[in-house]
Nanobody, 124 residues
Framework: QVQLIESGGGLVQAGGSLRLSCAAS????????MGWFRQAPGKEREFVAG????????ADADSVKGRFTIARDNAKNTVYLQMNSLKPEDTAVYYC?????????????????WGQGTQVTVSS
């Protein structure tokens, strides 16, 4: 089992920044690829960014390219999502997820463990 706890969400004005953190406990964190997903009201959960177990490979959704950056610190069992130039359409509950594979995937059902989510609200 892997337990994931997200933090860092909140209310921010358009153009602002937030950094989300996801702390993992349980099994060896460095064995898991990690992903960030988000879900807005009335919409399906969508992939935001992912990172390989080593941290060497990342993937971003087109909607966040150039604005969001995913990173991980295996020594701290934590994955981060730095979000800059936030837009109102980024408003959603953000979830981190862990998958027992090497490279990140955009498919939510592939991930084995999920956090409870953290709310991000961007005002215009």
């Amino acid at each position: 089992q892997v337990q994931l706890i997200e933090s860092g969400g909140g209310l921010v004005q358009a153009g602002g920044s937030l950094r989300l953190s996801c702390a993992a406990s349980g099994r060896t964190f460095s064995n898991y690829a990690m992903g960030w997903f988000r879900q807005a009201p009335g919409k399906e959960r969508e992939f935001v960014a992912g990172i390989s177990y080593s941290g060497r490979t990342t993937a971003d959704a087109d909607s966040v390219k150039g604005r969001f950056t995913i990173a991980r610190d295996n020594a701290k069992n934590t994955v981060y999502l730095q979000m800059n130039s936030l837009k109102p359409e980024d408003t959603a509950v953000y979830y981190c997820a862990a998958g027992g594979f090497a490279l990140p995937t955009t498919t939510a059902t592939m991930y084995d463990y999920w956090g409870q989510g953290t709310q991000v609200t961007v005002s215009s």
